[in-house]
């Protein structure tokens, strides 16, 4: 078998990845870019491990096996996180996630005061 088809598949797959992770501003659809490359990586490893004879036999689906199983854990955290944003910020734009400042405890989450705002300052939500 040659394994050409499997690997430039998987290299326009990791690639559109890449270009989802960088491009896009929605939440949900970054962690579904992030999936597209793993499911790459996943391409990869099976594809090299039918095509190489290595040491120890199905050690590439092996390794697919554990990146799937880290790839439905990072979704459970990811859409929690994501599920959490939402409700504090009533939008998942990865764009209006602060980045800095002290948290501030609230009624219903944690929220997280500009570093420019008073101490005693309420936070908007």
């Known amino acids: 078998m040659r394994p050409v088809i499997p690997y430039v598949t998987a290299a326009l797959l990791f690639g559109l990845g890449v270009y989802g992770v960088l491009r896009r501003r929605n939440a949900v659809l970054l ?4 999936e597209l490359m793993l499911n790459a990586v996943n391409l990869i490893l099976v594809t090299a ?5 290595a040491v120890l036999p199905q050690s590439g689906q092996v390794f697919a096996l554990f ?3 880290i790839a439905a854990a990072e979704v459970g955290v990811g859409l929690a996180i ?6 504090l910020r009533s939008s ?9 400042g002290e948290p501030v405890e609230g009624d219903g989450g944690i929220a997280v005061r500009p570093t420019d705002a008073a101490p005693g300052e309420r936070v908007a939500r």
């Open 67 to 69: 990146v799937i199983v």
């Open 92 to 100: 998942v734009a990865v764009d209006e996630v602060p980045l800095g």
């Open 31 to 34: 962690l579904m870019s992030v």
């Open 82 to 87: 994501v599920l959490h944003l939402y409700r």
């Open 49 to 53: 491990d039918t095509t190489v004879r």
